[in-house]
């Protein structure tokens, strides 16, 4: 399982769960959308998203709908535009999601690992008195960086 592939799979979850709470129906047109932010993880301007669509045979409208409803299923997110262009963007809103970072002791380097075995053995306990929502666990170590360099001194 590639980490894309698990990436949808968890959004695309979330997704359900929200579509079963709003009593909304099930949208074909959504999941490819949703797909769309997961495949690449890059971000998307709305004259993206529908030129991209209309492929698909999506039309603008359903566009817009399905950004309105990812949006408040806090699956995607509006990121403000850092440059000059003042289009809005959508991606993927990762903060929901259960996280795995690894540190490096020596520079300081983070990377994300996502959607390991790990996650899923830590993300399906049980507690007896708490629900778990999500989690973030952090290992500690030396990065390839750091260890190369050591390695040549
Ligand atoms: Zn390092």
Known sequence: MTHQESGYKQASRRLGQYIAAH??????????LLRMFCTGRRKWTVAELVSQ????????????????????????????????SRKTEYELNETGQNRIRM??????????????????????????????????LTVY?????????KATK
């Not at 008195?129 to 973030?136: D, I, P, Q």
């Not at 170590?141 to 360099?149: F, N, S």
Request: aromatic content about 4%; some cysteine.
């Open 53 to 84: 669509a209309e492929k698909e045979h999506i039309c603008r409208a359903t566009v817009y709908n399905a950004l309105r409803v990812l949006t408040e299923a806090e699956i995607i997110r509006v990121c403000s535009p850092a440059g000059a």
């Open 103 to 136: 540190i490096c002791t020596k520079c300081g380097r983070q990377t994300e690992l996502k959607d390991t075995g790990i996650a899923r053995l830590v993300g399906e306990k049980k507690y007896s008195n708490f629900v778990m929502s999500r989690f973030e």
């Open 23 to 32: 009593g909304m129906r099930v949208s074909m047109e959504r999941q490819i």
């Open 141 to 149: 170590g030396e990065c390839k960086v750091c260890r190369k360099m």
